[in-house]
């Protein structure tokens, strides 16, 4: 069977960095595949190359098997290759139907007037085939976070993407929003679409994704399926070496010198009442949207 997207031998190269050392992916159609590794691994890299948004230096990427050349994001658009990143690109000040059709809104009077009335249809219509209840009128900026990444979904989608790449997807998101997510990638799962889930967080693995890639130092280290893998070997692929139960134990320093301790911080309505303290040899970590 022919894979929806095959990518072999890819390199790129930035001044004084290999990002990319010959590494491949494949991507069949209706499947949610995740693509993992340590920062800078190439993971991003490698999908940008993917969206037009980077040219390749060297390499093959075919889609349903025929060679692709993506000089540009809308050569990618193009073929079915839709990108979400980390980082969302929506204009605040515009509503939800004029961010997902931006710059191939409907027109009449030959083109002179915006036809506003076509372009919330269409809009709702997209929105409706994701199940997904919000009103194409609404201005960007009064949306939440998990509501503009589904506008980002949409309008990826307005494209008739084939191929969806999200980046890092549920970082800014709560466990209720991550659980609508989920529900609107099954969904387009169903329909065929094939997605990569760029993500750190192993847990998602076990819910969303179908098989795991990771990368490491730019190259590809190995494709496996997701149900049958540990956790452990992931990790270990990630990193270069399997991590013995000696180096993962934490040790205990609640007895340990404190070496910074802080009580009832505040800075106005930003910092309200915080207290902490780290001991000698203790990460202490901050977690919160």
């Known amino acids: 069977m022919t894979a929806l997207v095959a990518m072999s ?16 992916f494949e991507l069949e159609a209706g499947e949610v595949h995740a693509l993992m590794g340590e920062n800078g691994a190439g993971k991003s890299t490698l999908m940008k190359i993917l969206a037009g948004i980077y040219a390749r230096d060297a390499g093959e990427i075919r889609i349903d098997g025929e060679e692709a050349e993506l000089a540009t994001p809308r050569d990618a658009q193009a073929r079915g ?3 979400i990143h980390q980082e969302l690109s929506l204009m605040p000040h515009l509503t939800a139907a004029q961010n997902i059709l931006i710059g191939r809104e409907p027109r009449q009077l030959g083109g002179l007037l915006l036809d506003e009335a076509a372009l919330n249809e269409q809009a709702a219509a997209i929105l409706k085939n994701m199940h997904l209840k919000l009103d194409p009128r609404t201005p960007v900026e009064g949306l939440t976070i998990a509501k503009q ?3 980002e979904i949409a309008k990826a989608l307005s494209y008739r993407s084939r191929v969806l790449i999200m980046d890092e997807p549920t970082a800014a998101l709560n466990d209720a929003e991550i659980g609508d997510l989920f529900a609107i990638i099954s969904q387009l799962r169903e329909e065929g679409v094939g997605i990569v889930y760029i993500s750190h967080k ?5 819910r969303i994704a179908d098989r795991v890639t990771v990368m490491r130092d730019g190259r590809t280290v190995g494709t496996e ?8 070997k992931i990790i270990a692929m990630m990193v270069g070496r399997e991590l013995s139960d000696e180096a993962a134990r934490t040790p205990d320093l609640s007895q340990a010198e404190i070496a910074l301790e ?3 911080l505040k800075r106005g309505r930003e910092v309200r009442d915080v207290s ?8 202490l970590g901050f977690a919160g949207l």
Not at 202 to 206: F, N
Not at 225 to 232: D, I, L, M, R
């Open 225 to 232: 399926p997701a149900a049958g893998t540990p956790v452990e």
């Open 81 to 83: 290759v839709g990108i």
């Open 9 to 24: 031998g890819i390199d790129k190269i930035f001044p004084g960095v290999h990002a990319l050392d010959r590494a491949h």
């Open 149 to 151: 990444q589904m506008v």
């Open 262 to 264: 802080v009580r009832n």
């Open 202 to 206: 192993m847990d998602e693995l076990k």
């Open 276 to 283: 902490f303290s780290v001991r000698k040899g203790e990460i």
